[in-house]
């Protein structure tokens, strides 16, 4: 058995332990504690998860466009450099007000998942 890139290779099975949503509130978890760029936030998680997870630029850009598309976060300020801008983000109201429900919400998926994760001591 091991564990890389979010996944679990359980004999011939892939099995995500990378819950499916978990990118955007965490990338606004992130940002609310301070502005970050995106290739910090790729960083930071995959530092805070003990290299389970690194998140790609593919999913991480694309997931910080729609969170500024929608008002949750914005731009802060930006450098060129060398052809490429770099953008910093920082949490708007309307994306501290999601955070909390998503903290809320997360508490009962939490305890859900304790009950959840029972299913593997029956296997």
Known sequence: MSI?????KCGPFRVSIVPHGLLKPYILRLISKRPMYGF???EQIFEK?????????AAT???LEWLERN???????SENRSE?????????????AAL???IDASKMIANRM????SLYEDL
């Open 49 to 57: 998860t003990g290299g389970m997870w690194r998140p790609g630029p």
């Open 84 to 96: 490429k801008q770099r953008k910093q983000y920082g949490i708007t109201e309307k994306g501290s």
């Open 71 to 77: 008002g949750y976060i914005k731009a802060l300020d």
């Open 61 to 63: 850009y694309t997931t």
């Open 4 to 8: 890389t890139s979010g996944y679990c």
């Open 40 to 42: 910090e936030i790729m």
């Open 100 to 102: 909390t429900d998503y």
């Open 114 to 117: 304790k009950r959840f994760g």
